[in-house]
């Protein structure tokens, strides 16, 4: 089965600090990983150097097995890793539409074929309004993606990178400045995915009633280092993880 993806040593440093600190994971299809942590832990920056928007000190990326460490983040992407942002920002003054069949049209490799696109415009069309549709944004599909609303933007986010259809879905707080209305389209549209069985899902959230509505697995960081991995009830009552938190206590004190 296709889309493990595996991070070993994984580190960066800015100047003195270190920001991510030798992490070794290993994320496996069917299984969504919520990546949880205090402020400065450094999920996002460990989210960055999966997707290849920072470039590690050390360690290696691999996916299915190939190293992917070297690559920029547009060759990741082609690979099958799928990161929210990096695709909402490819087209901002085109349509909603236009954008979601963009993402569809490149999955299926017409970028470079002009004859097959006039073809299949239809079909990409449909599948853009599939997509729109699941994220409730269909009546929004003839708006400029840089008009919508911040909560509408993160749904364009979620439309597009299923139209890509990647191996690793990687969300970054993906209810953020949502409203509570809004919240429940995407949190079912990650449900549907990690139903699938066939996607690797890595979520990095604050809040942590998403995070045990649907993570299978939890692993924290605190200080950019890998402070503990297990399933979501177990890793949220050790000790040394609620001191991480809620600042009780130093880490070192409460292993």
């Known amino acids: 089965m296709s889309g493990v993806l595996e991070t070993q040593d994984l580190t960066i ?23 949880v942590g205090p402020n400065g832990a450094g999920k996002t920056t460990y989210f960055n150097l999966i997707s290849g928007q920072l470039k590690a000190t050390s360690g290696s990326v691999r996916l299915d097995g190939e190293e992917i460490g070297h690559l920029p983040a547009p060759l990741r992407t ?6 929210a942002f990096q695709l909402t920002q490819l087209f901002p003054n085109l349509t909603v ?18 004859l097959r696109v006039w073809l299949d415009q239809k079909g990409y069309i449909d599948e853009a309004y599939a997509r729109l549709e699941a994220v409730r944004l269909a009546d929004k599909a003839h708006a400029t993606a840089s008009s919508l609303p911040h909560g509408d933007q993160r749904k ?16 970054d707080e993906p209810t953020a400045g949502m409203s509570v209305d ?37 692993i924290v960081l605190h200080n950019g280092q890998l402070l503990a991995d297990g ?22 004190e409460a292993a």
Not at 78 to 83: A, D, I, Q
Not at 189 to 202: A, C, Q, V, Y
Not at 246 to 252: F, K, L, S, W
């Open 13 to 35: 440093r800015f100047g003195g600090h270190v920001a991510v600190d030798r992490v070794s994971c290993a994320f496996q299809p069917g299984t969504l990983t919520a990546i």
């Open 78 to 83: 082609r690979r099958g890793l799928g990161r």
């Open 97 to 114: 539409l236009e954008n979601v069949r963009l993402a569809v049209q490149s999955r299926h490799g017409g970028a470079l074929q002009l």
């Open 156 to 171: 364009l986010e979620v439309a597009l990178m299923m139209a890509l259809d990647p191996k690793v879905y990687m969300f």
């Open 182 to 218: 809004e919240v429940p389209v995407v949190l079912e549209l990650i449900r549907s995915l990690k139903e699938r069985r066939d996607k690797t899902i890595l979520l990095v959230e604050h809040k942590m009633d998403v995070v045990r509505e649907l993570a299978d697995r939890i």
């Open 231 to 252: 399933e979501p009830a177990h890793v949220m009552n050790l000790p040394i993880v609620q001191s991480a938190y809620m600042g009780t206590a130093d880490v070192a």
